[in-house]
Antibody, heavy 118, light 108 residues
């Protein structure tokens, strides 16, 4: 069974940093593209970032480019999202999601809430 | 960047057919994917590549895509289908993965 478990969310002040992790199991992690998608409270889904299967290629939404960094450790079956210079508008549930490729998502984690507030 | 337009809400009686549209410029030339999200839960993929169904998704769910509109069709609607539905495409613009704004399906 595919499982994606996010962690690392919480309350952070504007301008602060946070690193999200996503532990994957139930599939060959190193064979799949991975994504981060977020959802502000009461709002719709917004794609954040993606990374290819070996970590050599990444893409970001314009809204987070230069502030967020996606990475992966295939030996640990773990996906990361380093978030710097956080803003109030980054407040959302962040979902870890599995490809197969970079064009859509086939499985989603349960999400972790990030709140940016003073 | 590419924009996908969905109606905010659709209502349907149980047993009837619901159609949720997703509009975009020449969307028929792109592959469209659909997700279902029930309150308090993570999204679930229900249709990929316009009309393919993942394993475990009922045959009542189907998709089509042509011209400027893609459509998710849910036949014989059940109370358990009540959820938010999002369309999504891949685009070669600055934000490559684009979601529509979502449609709330209400079963009357």
């Amino acid at each position: 069974e595919v499982q994606l478990v996010e962690s690392g969310g919480g309350l952070v002040q504007p301008g602060g940093s946070l690193r999200l992790s996503c532990a994957a199991s139930g599939f060959t992690f190193s064979s799949y593209w991975m994504h981060w998608v977020r959802q502000a409270p009461g709002k719709g889904l917004v794609w954040v970032s993606r990374i290819n299967s070996d970590g050599s290629s990444t893409s970001y939404a314009d809204s987070v480019k230069g502030r967020f960094t996606i990475s992966r450790d295939n030996a640990k079956n773990t996906l990361y999202l380093q978030m710097n210079s956080l803003r109030a508008e980054d407040t959302a549930v962040y979902y870890c999601a599995r490809g197969p490729y970079g064009d859509y998502v086939s499985y989603w984690g349960q999400g972790t809430l990030v709140t940016v507030s003073s | 960047s590419y924009v996908l337009t969905q109606p905010p809400s659709v209502s349907v009686a149980p047993g009837k057919t619901a159609r949720i549209t997703c509009g975009g410029n020449n969307i028929g030339s792109k592959s469209v994917h659909w997700y279902q999200q029930k309150p308090g839960q993570a999204p679930v993929l229900v249709i990929y590549y316009d009309s393919d169904r993942p394993s475990g998704i009922p045959e009542r769910f189907s998709g089509s895509n042509s011209g400027n509109t893609a459509t998710l069709t849910i036949s014989r609607v059940e109370a358990g289908d009540e959820a938010d539905y999002y369309c999504q495409v891949w685009d070669s613009s600055s934000d490559p993965v684009v979601f529509g704004g979502g449609t709330k399906l209400t079963v009357l």
